[in-house]
């Protein structure tokens, strides 16, 4: 297949990497803190960790899980915390020590919880005093034997942190009373894990280092197997995308961490590219507190920004944002979801930054696409990163020309290994020669620019005419009394299905007709909402993607 993408690829970017320039991501981790020791690696409420701290803390850790609990490579470790200084702790401490890391949304519910637990077999846990209850629920249906607990101040420092845990405890009383029999905090572990030997493990690239668990908005949760191989590969594949940006920006970069690092996007993109960069990543524990997140915004000069179109969106719309001093700021990044034009523009005009979009999946580690740094917001996905093939091929799997619509395929060493204990599941999406279905519609132009059209699953019939939520949302989130938009197929008896949208209003006067009225000029007939609800917030996951599937749910009974 003719790569095509090359024409427009950045200079100085090889085209190819080596995806095992590193065996292992403990490999990358101890290149990293030997190089930057004195640096600031993370901050949390205040609260400074180094690379040399880090690298201290985890090798405790990693002790701990070996010598204490017992645990040998290849068992799996459940996370189940948001964004604190505990959290690359323990994946750089469990990694160290050879083990699989299960990243696990804390808020879960014991449902949700007790099947990632189930299905990935964990046997260990280390898990946030918020969430604490919720295992407790579930826990004597699983394999776990070692409970780690802890407070989200506890890393903090005094005084601060014994007062973030009071005021969490026992002023908002967030931490539900909770029993865990033999459980351990987390502090005691590393405590115990500096007076025991941590021994090397020999990793090797094919071994597991994550199952990151996906598809559970749209059914039962799948654990995708991210090898060491393909972690490491995604890592170099952005740092080499990076390299021209680097040399024009020497020194340490300060990195905004809003989105999860349990999440795939934050966990490649904020923590290991740029460990491995030696930046500096400003964790922000409740992004959703968006007076209290500008506000710390405003206390660094950040450089590098990752978030999704509805954490921008939000941004924007948050009283003060538009003071900060945005001089440092020279790259900023979308993913996890669509971004739409005209968040792309507001950002450039606050920020004086361009908002980039970058486009992958769980199962691809995630990044395969990405825009060149300098090209300003063009509705791509950008281009294949360096060793990654992008294909648009038809529901039999046969390529399409440049230009046509269909399914994207990826094949690169960053895509997974398969899905746990899910031979059925991995076959329906796994094509020959390593290519994978990633569900999401797109074309690709002459230049080797790839759009997504939507996901395959979301995209509405209309009388037998394709029509795309994205394209729709964009549109009428260009309204001035719009603040949100998501829109879905509702049944029609006349269509088959039309096209609904549920609006969050920014101009209270918003009427259903003013959305109408205003789809009307850039969408044909068939495109325009039939159907308009208003609501005073969307659903979303916890990194902030809009759940359409319970926007469908919520839908009035067909007439």
Known sequence: MEKIWLKSYPVGIPAEIDPEGFSSLAAVFEHAVSRFPDRVAYTNFGRDLTFGQLDAKSRAFAAWLQREAGLCKGDRIALMMPNILQYPIAMYGALRAGLVVVNTNPLYTARELEHQLKDSGAKAIVVYEQAAHVLEHCIRHTDIEHVLVTGVGDLVGFPQGPLINFVIRHVHKHVAPFALPGSTRFTDALEQGKWVNFESVDLRPSDLAFLQYTGGTTGVSKGAMLTHRNMVANTIQTHVWLKDFLKDHSGQQVVVGALPLYHIFALTAISLVWLHEGGKVLLITNPRDMPKFVAELKKHRVTIFYGVNTLFNGLLHTDGFETIDFSGLVSTVAGGMALQGAVAERWKAVTGCILSQGWGLTETSPVATTNPRGVDFN????????????????????????????????????????????????????????????GDIGRMDAQGFVYIEDR??????????????????????????????????????????????????????????????FSRRDLTNYKVPRHVYFRDELPKTNVGKILRRSLRDALPPAL
């Open 379 to 438: 509705h791509s996905i950008g281009l294949p990163m360096p060793s990654t093939d992008i294909s648009i091929r038809d529901d039999v799997g046969a390529e399409l020309p440049v230009g046509q619509v269909g399914e994207i395929c990826v094949r690169g060493p960053q895509v997974m290994a398969g899905y746990w204990n899910r031979p059925d599941e991995t076959a329906a999406v796994m094509l020959s020669d390593g290519w994978l279905r990633t």
């Open 456 to 517: 395959k699953k979301d995209m509405i019939l209309v009388s037998g005419f394709n029509v795309y939520p994205n394209e729709v949302e964009g549109v009428i989130a260009r309204h001035p009394g719009v603040l949100e938009v998501a829109a879905i197929a509702q049944p029609d008896e006349r269509s088959g299905e039309c096209v609904a949208v549920f609006v969050v209003r920014k101009d209270p006067a918003l009427t259903a007709e003013d959305v109408i009225e």
